[in-house]
């Protein structure tokens, strides 16, 4: 499993979650925890061993600071690809693999009959690759979120104790570029989180206030007085 071109990524978490990440901790979600039913439309016999985790190609998107900083109090943190790859690389132990690749967007028909037709390969013959296709393709209506995913692979996750999740250790604030606040997160708690990020953290790179929502200036279209 491989990757492709260096581009920026993009992710909107919690802040909480986003202090895990820059303390070296990046999590991989299993996608039975995922709202969406189809991410697990196959199951074969090592699906508790594929666990993934979604970053964005936009970077300034209303709707997705809206669908993951419902509170007003996340963050959005940057990345490359080659500095993803990089990361999961150093901490992957023997016997994992990973894949970075954008998701494709496609009708719920096509993804049903793609599933089917993995399905009956990896019934034949276990294919780590041809079960990471299923990750990668998802419902049109989910096209919006210009999604990128992760996935990591690991082979001694025990079958007898599914996990919701798997951590692998990194160094966070070298994997992380910069830290965009909430445009609509309130003055005092911005600066309160900047300060966390800087003084107790020490992260370097940039943590800035979303301008989003700042107000442009007003350009004057009034008739002069002396022409009404």
């Known amino acids: 499993m491989e990757t492709s071109s260096t581009e920026n990524l993009y992710r909107i978490l919690p802040f909480d979650r986003a202090v895990e990440v820059l303390k070296g901790s990046l999590y991989f979600s299993h996608p039975s925890m995922w709202d969406d039913p189809y991410e697990t439309i196959v199951d074969h016999d ?4 594929m666990f993934a985790q ?17 509170n007003s109090l996340g963050v959005r943190i940057r990345t490359t690809r080659s500095k993803l790859e990089a990361a999961m690389k150093k901490g992957m132990k023997r016997g994992y693999k990973k894949r970075i690749k954008e998701v494709e967007y496609e009708t719920t028909m096509e ?5 089917e037709k993995i399905a009956k390969e990896l019934s034949q013959v276990f294919d780590p690759k041809k079960a990471a296709d299923l990750f990668f393709m998802k419902r049109s209506a989910f096209k919006h979120e ?9 082979e001694d996750a025990p079958a007898n104790q599914p996990q919701k999740g798997w951590t692998i250790n990194v160094d966070g604030c070298e994997l992380v570029e910069s830290i965009l606040l909430d445009p609509r997160v309130p003055e005092h708690f911005g600066a309160a989180m900047k300060n ?32 009404l």
Request: a positive charge; one cysteine or more; charged letters at 25%.
């Open 46 to 49: 090592k699906a508790h061993a």
């Open 54 to 70: 979604c970053w964005c190609m936009n970077g300034v998107s209303d709707a997705m600071w809206r669908i993951y900083s419902p």
């Open 111 to 115: 993804v049903k009959k793609k599933a």
């Open 146 to 154: 210009q999604e990128v995913r992760a996935l990591l692979f690991c």
């Open 196 to 227: 966390y990020l800087k003084r107790e953290i020490r992260f370097n790179g940039s943590v800035q206030k979303s301008a989003l929502y700042s107000k442009p200036p007003v350009f004057d279209g009034r008739v002069p007085a002396e022409d």
